[in-house]
Each structure stands twice: as C-alpha cells, then as structure tokens.
C-alpha cells in the first residue's frame, strides 16, 4: 500500500524564499535576508529547515547549452521490448551513464520513456541513436525529434498555487 505524505503549509516568509532562492541558487545569506525582511541568522535557520523538511532539494547553476555549442536539443521516444523487471532496471542503468541525457521520463501512451538530449550537430546525434540507443537490447524502437524552439523552458515550480495554502506567521 502506498502513503502518501502531505507537507504542512508554508509561511509567507517561507514562501518568499523558496522563490527567491529557486530564481537565483547564487544569492547570498545576507541579500536573502534583506529581502525578507529578517535577520541573517534567522533566515539562513529557515533555509536549513527547508533543506531539512526537503522542500530545497539542492541548487544549482544552469549553463547555457549554445555558449558549449550544445544547440541541437532533441526528444527522443523510446518503446521498450518488453517491460520485465530486469529489463527495465538494464534500460535505467544504461540511460543513467549517457552525459547526452539530460532528463528520462517513463510515460503513459503508446512509448514507454522520453528523452531530452543534447548535441552539437546530427553527426554527434546519429552516433549516439545508431551507437549508442539502437544496439541496447531490450529498445524496440526509437522516435526521434528535433525541437525547433525552445518557447520555455524554467526550473521553477509555481508558488502562487501554493500561496492558497499560506499559514499566518
């Protein structure tokens, strides 16, 4: 049976610096602060907490992918042969260890993942479809796409839905 856990509201302060630290992983304790309106000490405690309670995963830098020449972004699909156990778990390990993948989703549908790559032009894309994902043995097919436009992209999760869930401080 599955459990599932419901993460108690958050305060406005809260709130504020979830947005303000997923907007900018880089800023400082003291600037944070200063836009909370809080004491250093008192906010950098409120960041520990929420790294804690894990509502702060981690933080990070996201690096431009044309400035490393990285501007061919492509969806792959991928249809599993058959989807045992074993094979599924071979199929993660293998995505797991290809730096070209950037995000693996397993998806309902008429394919069983989706792949978000990079690549800096369609010889270094042929070698890694023909290479890399057509001789795993457990891929029935692969369906590649090239995306055109990327019209967004963010790392954000919207806090505004959970602003109806705001408790008072």
Known sequence: MVEYSFKKALNKRD????????????ITNVELARLVNLS???????VKRLEEEGYIERRLTVLSRDQRGFDMLC?????????QIEQIKEFYESIEHLEEVLECYHITGE????L??????HIELRTFVLEQLTPLPYI???LTSLVLEE??????????TAKRAVKKE
């Open 116 to 121: 978000k790559v990079a690549q800096r032009n």
């Open 40 to 46: 250093p000490s008192a906010t950098h405690g409120r």
């Open 151 to 160: 019209v967004k992209f963010t790392t954000a999760l919207p806090l505004t």
């Open 140 to 142: 029935a097919t692969v």
């Open 75 to 83: 969806l792959i699909l991928i249809r599993l042969k058959t989807h």
């Open 15 to 26: 709130l504020k610096i979830l947005e303000l630290i997923q907007g900018n992983a880089a």
């Open 111 to 114: 394919h069983d993942y989706v």
